[in-house]
């Protein structure tokens, strides 16, 4: 029995249990996958120095998976992440605070729906979130930021040579480009070494880029949260009266199937899981799965859908010589035509166009340069023009609508229960984002100079791993599944907390926003349990 | 001669067979059959330590397959002993981990130096390791040849072919890649090396020797 349980141990499960476990809350955490090392030296030394094709700490196999319907084309069930710390202990770390009008797109702009906070309710939250994670920024260079009452914990990684290089050539026509803020030490910070430039963040070996195993270590240590790694949670329990009883939980490996008692729940398996775990999860006058009266579980999904750019100099430029995120622009989150299409975030980061991972195929990719190379030589020749590319991509915002959506598949984990299968596809409103999107590439393109410029056609888009919406926030259960605190309307004690339950996509990176949502939920649900 | 009757035969008889090549391949999923027939699996054959001799057969190609761009491209191209004095040890890491922590490396590694000693016999010399970077590139080209066809017919003809050059040949690249590559580019270090927080901020090696060449140009503009 525990007064809290909470499903899954990332970044926002984690910062749930954190925060509960300082209110002095008894917290159990489940996670079906395996623990993950923390700091991530020994996943440095395989990803990086040994290129391990079968490294430890893989996901096991049958439990995650998504099947994919409509013209997405990237591999969604590489997007779900079963690991302690989730997709977090991967991420790239970018936190920005969402504009005030990605919370009022329908009174603002016509189109999705407001939600039923707006930015000043959440501005508090977003301060503690930053400090949390520590995050490194500032708005000094970013008139298009929305107002704080807190500084950044730290200061900003500046950017990069051949930033302030193509920043001089694009503010000659109006374009902007400022740093962005992120989850990366810029100097010590909570126990943290300070980001030392390794370059291989998704791996950082010193914990300089946040992980969300620094706070779940502490939570545990507190000896208030319990961690179950390799625990899958089956089913959300829920009695007679439809109030949330606890869990349905069975080791991944060998072992028996058990209930957990709660007197709260809190899932936060990310947008896609969080939404198939309400769906399997049927109850008598929850026939179609609890939270789900008004039919709106997985309904409202959508992705950001991002587009990949690159432009080439013919000065060599060297970009990519830092391992985060340099610069970037926030001046067309609000562009005139916004609600026919949807507010743009343009990355300039310094990075090379030429990733070691690639969702969707654009150009050649590594793999590809290897295949073909018959000696090094080969591979350094093919490589030759990477010091002159640029990468633009473009971060789009997304309506949800009926070609977007998440229900239960046919294909089934190893415990037999249906995966969840999305159907998605792009819609006018996006191909309207994409043709503004063209526009503005063509723009950057003049105004830098560029001596050759390409971009991915419409069609290869990818989410980002930015899923949203399939548990969205209402003031009222006909609208939505949870209110704008995570309480699920009409099922009692149970909660849901993640990009879940975002009432539209937004147009920044998503993330701060989640761990600002739920350390406010923790704090309505910590008093709760008082 | 042929009858009419062979004729109208023989087509009906090639059309079955290509409908039914073609179903079966369906039937199947031509693309995954394909893709596994380029890149077939390993063995479950145990793990274990690499002996020296073997060790020594596979740095061979390592320093066959590096050296043409250490000697041209990379940081050492005026150096004329640069085909012997690159780093070989995160190669020799990386192969030592494979053979001792995941199944089948050591056994397709065994069988690999034996081709290739095979093949360095056959061309006068004594033994792979101890042929000229030359030759052991030519041998290793003839043994597993690039290209996503060629391993497709190798994987068709002759499976372990496909496999040196998968798991040897591209592996010892795909290191390179993601190390020797960059500074052989300009870069002052791969991805990987803490490079401190300042000297992104600034112009990069390359382009500061460009601009020190040039010296009264302002812009600081470099090729």
Partial sequence: ?530 | MITRRKLLLGAATLTGAAAGGVGLLRARGLLPWLRRTASPGLSNAAPGPLAAPLRETLLAAVEALLAAAEATAGPLKDDPQAAASFDARPYAEMLRSRAEGIAGYRQLYRRFAAAADRRAAEAGAPSFAAAPPALRRRLLADLCPPGRLARLRLGLTDADRARFRLYVVQEILDLYAATGAWTALGYAAPPGVPRGLDAYTGPPPARRAAVSERRGDANGAAG
């Fill in chain 1, 1 to 530: 029995m525990s007064r809290v349980a909470v499903v899954g141990s990332g970044i926002v499960g984690t910062a749930i249990a954190h925060a509960l476990a300082e209110r002095g809350v008894e917290v159990d955490v489940f996670e079906k996958g395996p623990a993950y090392p923390y700091p991530h030296e020994a996943q440095f030394r395989q990803h990086v120095e040994l290129r391990t094709p079968r490294p430890l700490y893989a996901r096991p196999s049958g439990l995650c998976g998504v099947g994919r319907s409509g013209d997405y084309r990237a591999d969604l069930g590489a997007e779900v992440d079963c690991v302690e710390g989730g997709m977090a202990s991967r991420w790239e770390a970018i936190c920005q605070r969402q504009p005030a009008a990605d919370f009022a797109t329908r009174s603002r702009f016509g189109h999705g729906v407001d939600w039923p906070l707006g930015y000043a309710d959440l501005e508090p939250w977003y301060g503690r979130a930053e400090a949390l994670l520590g995050v490194a920024g500032t708005d000094a260079d970013n008139p298009f930021a929305p107002p704080r009452s807190t500084p950044f914990p730290q200061s900003a990684f500046p950017l990069a040579w051949d930033d302030r290089w193509l920043a001089e050539r694009l503010a000659g026509a109006g374009l902007h480009l400022h740093t962005t803020p992120q989850a990366r030490t810029r100097e010590p910070w909570d126990g943290r070494a300070a980001c030392a430039n390794f370059g291989v963040c998704a791996v950082c070996p010193i914990g300089a880029r946040y992980s969300p195993q620094h706070h779940l270590r502490r939570a545990v240590a507190t000896g208030r949260v319990r961690l179950h790694t390799d625990t899958a949670v089956r089913r959300v329990l829920v009695d007679a009266a439809g109030r949330a009883r606890g869990l349905l939980v069975r080791p991944v490996a060998d072992g028996a199937e058990r209930e957990h008692a709660a007197d709260h729940v809190v899932v936060t398996g990310g947008a896609l899981e969080s939404a198939r775990l309400l769906l399997l999860s049927t109850a008598p006058g929850h026939p179609d799965g609890v939270g789900n009266r008004a039919g709106h579980v997985g309904r409202h999904l959508v992705f950001h859908h991002l587009w990949l750019g690159r432009l080439r100099f013919r000065e060599a430029l060297y970009p990519g010589r830092f391992g985060g995120w340099t610069g970037q622009s926030h001046q067309f989150l609000e562009p005139p035509g916004r609600g026919r299409h949807g507010g743009v975030k343009v990355e300039l980061s310094s990075r090379r166009a030429y990733a070691t991972w690639e969702p969707v195929r654009v150009w050649e990719t590594p793999g590809e340069v290897i295949t073909e190379a018959a000696d090094a030589a080969d591979v350094a020749a093919a490589l030759a023009p990477v010091p002159h590319w640029r990468p633009v991509t473009f971060h789009a915002e997304a309506a949800a609508g009926p070609g977007k959506r998440l229900v239960l598949g046919d294909e089934r984990d190893r415990f037999g229960d249906p995966l969840a299968h999305v159907h998605y596809e792009l819609d006018d409103f996006d191909r309207e984002t994409y043709a503004y999107c063209g526009e503005l590439f063509r723009r950057y393109r003049d105004a830098a100079g560029a001596a050759a410029a390409e971009m991915a056609d419409a069609g290869t888009y990818y989410s980002g791993f930015h899923h949203m919406g399939t548990c969205r926030m209402s003031a009222a259960e006909a609208d939505g599944v949870v209110d704008s605190l995570g309480r699920v309307h009409g099922v009692a004690g149970l909660w849901v907390a993640g990009g879940a339950v975002f009432a539209g996509s937004g147009t920044v990176n998503p993330t701060l926003t989640m761990v600002a949502l739920a350390l406010r939920s923790a704090a309505a649900l910590a008093a709760d349990v008082a």
